[in-house]
């Protein structure tokens, strides 16, 4: 499929699959993200850039597994890795040298860290930092931001849409929101007054809210937050989830200098295979300790399963790898740049009102945002998001796959010829939704 095709392609295949899909899982997905209308593709082969549904379309994918694989798919090194250590074992279930390789060389990168422990997912790895945070307090009140997502994690699970002082979710014990209380992004004041309000034993933020449409936080508001929590003994938590590995070798917290007590990693560090885990200064981990911790002040963090297994390890190192010898950042960066920038200038030569957000590899244009942009509140807005709706599928017709409704990424892979391609159909994409007023 290329740029000038403005038919949906044919998707039976997709569909039917949906369809006998509602009866094995709710609502026909297991993952509510990954259903959008009138059904989700089905996706049988994906590779470099390019993702190829059961109907045989071929996309070039932004979505890039939940922004997971910088590398694109099926990265030749990683694959090779992988097929090498299946033969040897998929997991164990016992410590091995690559999982201790793979821990070390991720200490190594982020510098608050001296310990860490894996999970298999973001959500385990957020779960068991507050955990810490609150065992290392004695304090229960956390502070996170509005709009910020830090996985299905019960004791977070407030305040990620809006109406923000809402929880996420039925099913949470009565106390449990009482305990979690958010912050207008970058408002200096509002987290001065909840600091003075409660007894706080963390705050949690992730540098950049990915599902709270590419807000970012400030430099300055980080570096407060970094004062205020030392001062007053809570502890800071920088979710890297999206950002560890992603937007430079250190991360988020190396490219802006502050350090923070915790970390939570995932996505981008698995090579495409399930990972989590949380890494912090050495004496937050004491009490984590297996053997000469007193009963009453041991914490349960990190471990499950799965973690530490082999093809993890080995996925991981690889792209770690590549990340570090080839210029996987200057390339993403410079080209999401080049579409962020492209995407104004066709919302301004077309006459749109509309922004583009993203940090490093990562895009998302709001429309029609309410002024000024600074909270998350201006991006979820409903002109907004069902404009953004129409633009990702009108450009999924086109050949450009997103999840509709979410931010766009740039992969190694990506080639400028499919960036040129994407900025040609986005174009014709705007210019259909003005002659339609829907913009
Ligand atoms: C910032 C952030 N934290 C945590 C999570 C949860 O990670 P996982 O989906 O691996 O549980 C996500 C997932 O998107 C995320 O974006």
Known sequence: ??????????????????????????GGVSHNIRYHDPHPLYVDHATGATIRDVDGNEYVDYWMNHQTSILGHAYPDVVEAVQAQAADGLHYGIPNELG????????????????????SSGTEATMYAVRIARATTGNSHILKAEGGWHG????????????????????LPPDVADHVHAFPLNDEAAVT????????????????????????????????????????????????????????????????????DLTTFGKVA????????????????????PVGVPADEAVLAGGGTFTMNPMTATAGLATLEVLEEKPVYEYTESQSERVRAGFAEIFADLGVEAEVLGTSSLFLPVFQPEEP???????????????????????????????????????????????????????????????????
């Open 193 to 260: 007054e909840l600091l003075e309000t409660y007894d706080v034993a963390g705050i949690i933020v992730e540098p950049m809210l990915l599902a709270g449409g590419g807000m970012q936080c400030t430099e300055s508001f980080l570096d407060f937050l970094r004062a205020e929590t030392r001062a007053r003994d809570a502890m800071l938590i920088f979710d890297e989830v999206v950002t560890g590995f992603r937007v430079s070798p250190g991360s988020y917290q190396a490219r802006i200098g502050i350090e923070p």
């Open 100 to 119: 201790l390789e793979f821990g070390r060389q991720i200490l190594q990168r982020f510098p608050s860290a001296e310990r860490l422990r894996f999970s």
């Open 152 to 171: 299905g994690n019960t004791d977070l699970s407030k305040a990620v849409h809006s109406p923000f002082d809402q929880p996420t979710t039925s099913g």
């Open 270 to 289: 698995g090579g495409g295979l399930p990972v989590g885990g949380l890494a912090g200064r050495e004496d937050l981990f004491e009490s984590t300790k």
């Open 373 to 439: 942009l600074t909270d998350v509140g201006a991006v979820e807005t409903e002109t907004n998001r069902s404009a953004l709706l129409e633009f990702h599928d009108r450009l999924i017709d086109r050949g450009h796959y997103h999840l509709p409704g979410h931010m766009g990424s740039i992969s190694f892979q990506t080639t400028e010829a499919q960036i040129e391609d994407l900025l040609e159909s986005s174009r014709d994409v705007v210019r259909e939704l003005t002659t339609e007023d829907i913009l």
């Open 1 to 26: 499929m290329g740029s000038g095709g403005n038919t949906t392609p044919d998707r039976s295949g997709s569909e039917q699959l949906h369809e006998s899909a509602t009866e094995v899982f709710p």
